[in-house]
């Protein structure tokens, strides 16, 4: 596949997580659920994943220079590294967060 098509699916998918972020978010909004805005927590941070893998493209592509005579391909794995830790942060810190609150808010008493 090539830089192009590459970059292409890239902004397709970002652009796909975005709108499923956005209902999600949404959705979690009008019902109150605290699992639906833990997803769209972890589909936010779906898109960033694309950006960071957009900017791996970029950086990685770059032709060699005098201090990197091999080139920069190798960029792309230190982008794929920050890009795995924040879907890892962004949605496991989101869910512990919204499981503490949800835990912690006070619900009506039911009557016997």
């Known amino acids: ?24 978010l949404l959705a979690g909004l009008v019902s109150g659920s605290s699992a639906m805005l833990a997803e769209a927590a972890h589909s936010l941070a779906d898109t960033l994943n694309q950006v960071f893998l957009l900017t791996s493209l970029r950086q990685g592509s770059r032709p060699p220079a005098e201090a990197h005579p091999f080139g920069y391909g190798q960029e792309r794995y230190f982008w794929s590294l920050p890009a795995a830790f924040g879907i890892f942060v962004a949605g496991a810190g989101f869910s512990v967060f919204e499981g503490i609150l949800a835990m912690t808010r006070t619900r009506p008493q039911e009557s016997l």
């Open 1 to 24: 596949m090539n830089r192009s098509a590459r970059r292409t699916v890239l902004v397709v998918a970002g652009a796909a997580d975005l709108v499923v972020a956005a209902t999600k």
